[in-house]
């Protein structure tokens, strides 16, 4: 086994306890030494994976859902990616929701914003090329960073309340947004700067 896997494994135990203890208290009375004893390593090995517990919870979230949303292609499997991170969601909300009581929502909205605003950029790069439109990165990134925003809080939504809406309304209600906003507005950009 090379040292990477031996390193991921170490991180998803340390993870998987973490989410353990998370069941049962408030993440910020989660201390480090209560969960080395937990994943019954010493404190080294703890740091020698992570800074420190935030950075475990944010490379947990990234791991078990971030990550594989990148490997979808965006423009085309908005239903499965919706489906996947709905079921993520709902099966995970007490981590998400006792994260949010604990760290509050603009850390918790932090920790989805800072990965999938790439991944927002890249759908609307998509469009760009698509509509064969060129925006200035300004523009690109105001809207990027407005997707992001509202995308992440709309994920902590469902956490605190995965009744709202089902699966397939979530699926229907991006799809729409996306393929009819982005497009809509890139246009209106680029005749905006050709009446200047």
């Known amino acids: 086994m090379t040292n990477e896997e031996v390193s991921l494994r170490a991180k998803k135990h340390i993870c998987s306890n973490l989410k353990e203890l998370m069941q049962h208290k408030s993440f ?3 201390t480090v030494s209560e969960l080395t004893k937990k994943c019954n390593i010493n404190r080294n ?3 020698y994976h992570f800074e420190d517990i935030y950075a475990a919870l944010k490379w947990m979230f990234e791991q078990e859902a ?24 709902t099966g995970n909300a007490y981590i998400i929701n006792c994260a949010y009581d604990s760290l509050g929502r603009d850390v918790l909205k932090r920790f989805f914003c800072q ?6 950029k890249n759908i609307i790069i998509e469009y760009e090329k698509n509509l064969n439109i060129t925006v200035t990165d300004d523009f690109r990134d105001f809207l990027s960073t407005l997707y992001t925003e509202g ?16 699966k397939d309304q979530l699926g229907s209600y991006f799809k729409i947004l996306i393929r009819n906003t982005i497009p809509s507005v890139l246009k209106g950009f680029e005749e905006e700067n050709k009446a200047k």
Do not use: C, H, W
Not at 66 to 88: A, G, N, R, T
């Open 151 to 166: 995308f992440a809080g709309m994920l902590i939504n469902l956490a605190q309340n995965p009744k709202r809406y089902t």
């Open 28 to 30: 910020s009375k989660i």
């Open 45 to 47: 090995t703890f740091y």
């Open 66 to 89: 971030i990550e594989i949303v990148k490997q979808y292609d965006l423009l085309l499997d908005y239903e499965e990616v919706v489906s996947f991170v709905y079921d993520y969601i």
């Open 115 to 120: 990965d999938f605003l790439n991944l927002i």
